[in-house]
């Protein structure tokens, strides 16, 4: 299987903070990469996919980028309603992993 | 607008069969090219893929879960299952449905609510 491990685990930021979180792949994966928001009770949401697509209706604010075995997940300007846990995920091949979650908040 | 929603038991007893049923509204789950799958989060853990099919048959695999896990579509109700055999208190999670409409990209676009689902005596 391949492990994706993301730092930090958490962090703490203000709204207006430029924050990014990293995603690293235990073998290359390209570009298969996706990103989630997960808020407290509620299913995780998809926020980038294929490393650097911003999904539909997904502000602005949040970019993705990297290939192969590092990535990365930013938010310019954070505001309130990103104070959440995101996830990391592999869709290269099966079985489709996660990320442990960072928790920004 | 397509919506996804979890229904079945919120506790089952160790060694018998959870079943899940996902309801799909606004929408069918007869496009050729969707896949529609489960994930599960234990309370407080991450989140671990389970299974993923299409309604033409083509299926993406849990190789940790295979032998104990089916999932099927039933295209008159709009509904697609989780038979999961054998449980554990292991088998205890935050049960989601989700969909994905993109087979290059493979990501999970729509996901359900989610369902809670306790494994005890």
């Known amino acids: 299987d391949i492990q994706m491990t993301q730092s930090p685990p958490s962090l703490s930021s203000s709204v207006g903070d430029r924050v990014t979180i990293t995603c690293r792949a235990s073998q290359n994966i390209v570009t298969h990469l996706n990103w989630y928001q997960q808020k407290p009770g509620r299913a995780p949401k998809i926020v980038i996919y294929?490393?650097?697509t911003l999904q539909s209706g997904v502000p602005s604010r949040f970019s993705g980028g990297g290939a192969g075995t590092e990535f990365t997940l930013s938010i310019s300007d954070v505001q309130p309603e990103d104070f959440a846990t995101y996830y990391c995920q592999q869709s290269y091949t099966t079985p489709f992993t996660f990320g442990p979650g960072t928790k920004v908040d | 607008q397509l919506q996804l929603q979890e229904s079945g038991p919120g506790l089952v007893k160790p060694s018998e069969t959870l079943s899940l049923i996902c309801t799909v509204s606004g929408g069918s789950l007869t496009t050729d090219s969707d896949l529609w799958g489960w994930i599960r989060q234990p309370p407080g853990k991450g989140l671990e893929w389970m299974k993923s099919i299409s309604q033409t048959g083509v299926s993406y695999d849990n190789p940790s879960l295979k032998s104990r896990l089916s999932v099927s579509i039933d295209k008159s109700k709009n509904q697609f299952t989780l038979k999961l055999t054998s449980v554990s208190a292991a088998d205890t999670a935050m049960y989601y449905c989700v969909r994905t409409a993109d087979r290059e990209t493979l990501h999970f676009d729509l996901w359900g609510r989610g369902t809670l689902v306790t494994v005890s005596s």
């Open positions: 294929a490393a650097s």
